[in-house]
């Protein structure tokens, strides 16, 4: 759910530093130890396989562009030693050459220790993963495997917490406890996606002899010191630096594509720290560190996920035995503080709440609202023009909080403004179904080939397998128009493309055709990828035509196509001509 502001393109300006320099990224934070080339999604600080070349730029040139990106890293510094008294100084006699001279000497002077809380740094762990990311360009295979390091802690239960950019596409996770020579294998529980967590466990009970868990801390306030503890690039025993929380406010999750509730602080946080805690003055957790920002005219700028997250993640977990999301309200809303759209829209001089703009078709929610309805209130909490709640004493947030605090299936209780008629609906609350995705839950992804063309569905890991980091600006236009503001019709509505043609006699004259949508086959609409592969296999007539994007058409021998297939799998050893999920 966005406000309307958000769907528009930010203007870019040209740096005239170098290349290199020239902006600020969100990144993740987790320390590559391979020296192999790593993928660049999901703008980790851990992958850098180089991005792909930029073939597939459809009538735009390449431009560079500021955008803040943060990476979860990890750093920490000791903030402060304990006073301590430089020896004992006690009352006594000095004897001089036999002769009993008694002299009284003063009492040295008490000095008041001061008692700090030592945070539990033995359940801070080290992850070790090997990730095996899928080759989203050639869906029939995966990307050469490599190494990444990050940071960790032990809760109860006998788990373990991490960044899920941590151990995304793991194919193995090993944990070394502070001070120990020994790795153990763990299993990954639960990854949540939106909330950048993961929850792994180890099955050896040595793993969790003489370590104590961490406990949870309260959410702290502005100012309130934070030191943050992990395995950071640049050495490789624990590190810790400290600082304080600047800020507190709904944040852009980068690795998830969410805004949830996030704390940005001063404390250092380098590639490494992702997944390790940052804990409070008296020894308590109050967040796991996972981005930073790197700009040019930033320092020392992190973010860490608030307990409130955390907490909503791990009960999620134990309700339903997975990760079953944050529910979203399926709506894009307008502010409403013009004086004259107020009026317009019917709405008293103490009347607040912001406009529904549109409301996605998949949304439970779109049963009983409209757009132009007014959102006044949600569970009770009454929404301002700006779109934002009371928070706590001084503070405000977005409304999109109330929210994120509810769990997938819940219901909210939804006050709105309609036609100058106040009304009050009980709506059912559930994940977000976007024509375009931001993940695809570590899934391998969908291809299906016939006659040399590579059909696949389009979600924001191909774009950035497709066109790096900044496919925001390079990807074509229509593309990128449907990733911002297309909504699906239906819960398995995909976008479907044509991602390349692999060349072969059958194919003469179409090689060129590279990302381009695929509209309908033989005049029947695709509504998904499942579904063209039906209609092709299924296909008797003696053409087959696949009507694209931007008017083009592709017409082919069915007999012939289908025959021709075969050969070229075998001249670019690609083991199916579809992937397993299109199979059943």
């Known amino acids: 759910m966005k406000p309307s502001q958000k769907r528009g393109r930010k203007h870019k300006r040209q740096d005239a530093s170098s290349a290199e320099n020239g902006g600020s990224e969100v990144k993740d934070a987790s320390v590559n130890e391979s020296p192999l080339p790593l993928s660049p999604e999901p703008a980790s600080a851990s992958e850098t396989n180089p991005s792909p070349s930029s073939r597939r730029n459809r009538g735009k040139g390449k431009k560079r562009r500021l955008n803040n990106q943060s990476e979860p890293t990890g750093g920490i510094s000791q903030r402060s030693s304990l006073p301590h008294q430089n020896g004992d100084c006690n009352n006594g006699l000095i004897v001089s050459g036999g002769a009993a001279a008694s002299e009284s000497i003063p009492a040295a002077p008490s000095w008041e220790t001061v008692v700090k809380v030592v945070p539990s740094m033995d359940a801070v762990v080290k992850v070790f993963c090997v990730h095996t990311e899928p080759n989203f360009s050639l869906p029939w295979q995966r990307k050469r495997q490599y190494s990444s390091g990050s940071s960790g802690f032990i809760i109860g239960g006998r788990r373990v917490l991490t960044n899920a950019h941590s151990v995304e ?28 967590i993961a929850l792994l466990t180890v099955n050896d009970d040595e793993f969790w002899e003489g370590v104590s868990p961490v406990e949870f801390g309260d959410l702290p306030a502005l100012q309130d010191a934070v030191t943050v503890v992990g395995y950071p690039i640049g050495g490789d025993t624990i590190s810790v630096t400290s600082g304080v929380v600047s800020r507190m406010e709904i944040l852009s999750y980068v690795h998830g594509s969410t805004e949830l509730l996030g704390l940005q602080i001063d404390a250092a946080i380098n590639s490494g720290n992702s997944g390790g805690p940052a804990f409070n003055d008296k020894g308590r957790c109050v967040g ?50 013009n004086p004259d759209l107020r009026k317009k829209m019917g709405m008293e001089s103490h009347q607040k709440g912001v406009r529904i703009r549109r409301i996605e078709p998949t949304a439970p929610e779109s049963q009983v609202l409209k757009p132009s309805d007014i959102i006044l209130s949600f569970d009770g909490v009454n929404i301002a023009n700006d779109g934002t709640v009371p928070f706590r004493h001084g503070e405000r947030i977005g409304f999109s909080y109330l929210i994120s605090q509810k769990y997938t299936g819940d219901s909210a209780l939804v006050k709105i403004l309609r036609n100058k008629e106040i009304l009050e609906f009980n709506i059912k609350l559930a994940i977000h179904k976007k024509l375009i995705p931001g993940h695809i839950g570590g899934k391998p992804p969908s291809y299906f080939i016939v006659a040399g063309f590579v059909f696949t569905t389009v979600s924001v890991p191909y774009l950035r397998s497709e066109y790096g980091k900044e496919y925001e600006f390079d990807a074509p236009v229509k593309l990128l128009d449907k990733h911002l503001h297309a909504m699906a019709q239906s819960v398995d509505e995909q976008l479907v493309v044509v991602s390349q043609v692999l060349v072969s006699d059958i194919n003469i004259g179409y090689e060129e055709i590279v990302n381009t949508q695929v509209v309908a086959f033989n005049g029947k609409p695709v509504k998904n990828l499942k579904c063209l592969a039906e209609m092709v296999e299924n296909c008797d007539d003696e053409y087959m035509e696949f009507s694209l994007d931007y008017d083009q058409i592709v017409v082919l021998q069915t007999k012939t196509a289908k025959e021709a297939t075969l050969d070229i799998l075998t001249t670019h050893c690609i083991p199916s001509a579809m992937s397993d999920d299109l199979k059943n």
Request: charged letters at 25%; aromatic letters at 10%.
């Open 169 to 196: 596409h793991h194919t193995q996770v090993k944990l070394k406890k502070r001070g120990s020579d020994t790795k153990y294998l763990a299993t990954v529980l639960a990854i949540g996606t939106e909330c950048d």
């Open 288 to 337: 796991i560190a996972f981005q930073s920002l790197k700009h040019e005219d930033a320092e020392n700028i992190g973010y860490v996920i608030p307990t409130p997250v955390i907490g909503h993640f791990i009960q999620d977990y134990e309700k339903h035995n997975k990760y079953t999301g944050f529910p979203v309200i399926g709506i894009e809303w307008q502010k409403m503080e």
